[in-house]
């Protein structure tokens, strides 16, 4: 049962993140083509919020998946939760960044802000499987993809462009993870795996100390 929660938070997490990079693009998209008061402007700006909000509740459904399947793990469940409110935040103030002046989002402090945060999270994922060198490699694919993000702005992009990597960063840790999954090649403990494991007793140990006996005067009276 709790194997099939992280399967679905894992299926979840990886289309929430492909969401959001839908929504990076469409933020682009905006910005090239925004004029003031235009139709065609306000409907890519729904279109941009509606890929969010899907997104978002796709990406806190897995959240909560994580959460009620993944046994122990505390820093990696309270890190993908902060980063997807964090993720939140930051995507709105994107788009309504020329409403808020104290938003700066050609700024080089926010971009290396927003991508040392998001690859402490990331490497946060190293405790689903610390010992597997193959999952280590896609942590550190995830993370090159992420610090790229700051690139952005030195091309003069806005944070969008940090934004874009990181969902594309994240959404190839979902992707390596699912793969690595439906090949059992990476293993991940869940509540209730403990009860799969035979648990002995002095009772248990007893009755079948007993029925070892009587199958042995059985023989005998046999012979």
């Given at each position: 049962m709790q194997q099939e929660k992280l399967t679905k938070g894992i299926f979840f997490g990886l289309i929430g993140n492909l969401l959001f990079v839908a929504f990076g693009l469409i933020c682009l998209f905006y910005y090239y083509t925004y004029s003031n008061e235009s139709l065609f402007s306000k409907i890519i700006?729904?279109?941009?919020y509606c890929t969010e909000f899907m997104g978002f509740?796709?990406?806190?459904y897995a959240d909560w998946l994580f959460i009620k399947s993944i046994r122990l793990r505390r820093l990696l469940k309270i890190s993908?939760?902060?980063?997807?409110?964090?993720?939140?935040v930051m995507m709105i103030l994107e788009l309504n960044a020329y409403k808020?002046?104290?938003?700066?989002?050609?700024?080089?402090?926010?971009?290396?802000?927003?991508?040392?945060?998001?690859g402490m999270v990331c490497f946060s994922f190293l405790q689903l499987?610390?010992?597997?060198?193959?999952?280590?490699?896609?942590?550190?694919a995830c993370f090159t993809l992420i610090i790229a993000?700051?690139?952005?702005?030195?091309?003069?992009?806005?944070?969008?462009?940090?934004?874009?990597?990181?969902?594309?960063?994240?959404?190839?840790?979902?992707?390596?993870?699912k793969f690595f999954r439906d090949r059992e090649q990476i293993e991940i403990d869940c509540r209730g795996d403990r009860a799969n494991v035979s648990e002995f007793s002095s009772s248990t140990l007893f009755a079948e100390m007993q029925e070892e006996n009587e199958i042995d005067k059985n023989n005998s009276s046999e012979n």
């Open positions: 700006e729904i279109l941009a509740g796709l990406l806190l993908f939760s902060s980063y997807i409110f964090f993720e939140a808020i002046e104290a938003y700066e989002p050609y700024s080089l402090a926010l971009a290396i802000a927003h991508a040392v945060i998001s499987d610390p010992d597997n060198v193959k999952w280590e490699v896609a942590i550190g993000g700051m690139l952005g702005n030195i091309l003069g992009v806005r944070v969008y462009f940090s934004i874009i990597t990181n969902a594309v960063g994240f959404s190839v840790l979902f992707a390596a993870l």
